[in-house]
């Protein structure tokens, strides 16, 4: 009997459903939200219909807003993301496999993870003042902390008889580390990566709030001051689509690079 039940309940978290349900879902969500803002229900000052939002988002598209805005908004977020993994993968890497920058390093690692990064954009912007060079800085700092650490953790966690084997083979310490280290450790380096893409899209909003005239949060910022809800809720779409390219991005990446682990599933 107790056999049937935990047969029942592996078969019902490993049950899969095809993905028209999840599709089906948002159509009727996005249909619900028509329904209560077309009868009036709620002004659309406050919750501008789904139509009205796409007939917005078509006139800056077609005004070229949401070109500029978002070419602004790639630079920095692009540069931001790659300067923070390199350095974060580096970092990671070294403290994971030295004991002694483990020592010095990882300390100072976990003693600023906690410090909320936007706090620290007006220093930034005093030591390198209100152009790109601050806010891509922050950036990269919110990528570097979570890939820094999700890197130490892959790497301290790969089993050492695989090292082991990799070494009595004469194999060199770069051959290891590529071959060995680094690949077992692939799989928990794209999770912080995945982790640190939806960071960098909050700091690169904040960033441009805060000291921008162009990009996508400054477009958001400007038509919520105009109280132009529509307007700013297409500002969000193209920051939520943004969003979800580059983690559709950073998972195609994997299941390249880790194709094993795609394999077993």
Known sequence: MAEYKIHNRMTHWQKSYPTWISFAAIALLLAVWEIVCSSGLI??????APSAI?????KLIAGGEISRSLAA?????????????????????????SALMDRIGTPIVNALYPIPKIALLPLFILWLGIGELSKVTIIALGVFFPVAMNTYSG???VDTLLIKVAVSFNASWWLTMKSVV??????????????AAGTSLLLLVAAEMIAAQEGIGALIL?????????????????????????NLGLQWLEHKIVPWKTQSK
């Not at 002004?43 to 501008?48: A, D, E, G, I």
């Not at 529509?230 to 390219?245: E, K, T, Y």
């Open 54 to 58: 796409l007939a917005a988002l078509g």
């Open 73 to 97: 908004s790639l630079y920095r977020i692009l540069l931001g993301f790659a300067l923070g993994s390199i350095i974060g993968l580096l970092v990671g890497l070294v403290t994971g496999t």
């Open 182 to 195: 680094l690949l077992s450790a692939l799989p928990v380096i794209f999770a912080g990566l995945r982790l």
């Open 155 to 157: 790497v301290k966690n």
């Open 222 to 246: 400007h038509y919520g001051d105009l109280m132009i809800t529509d307007r700013l809720m297409a500002g969000v779409i193209v920051l939520s689509l943004l969003g979800l390219i580059f």
């Open 43 to 48: 002004s659309s000052l406050f919750l501008p």
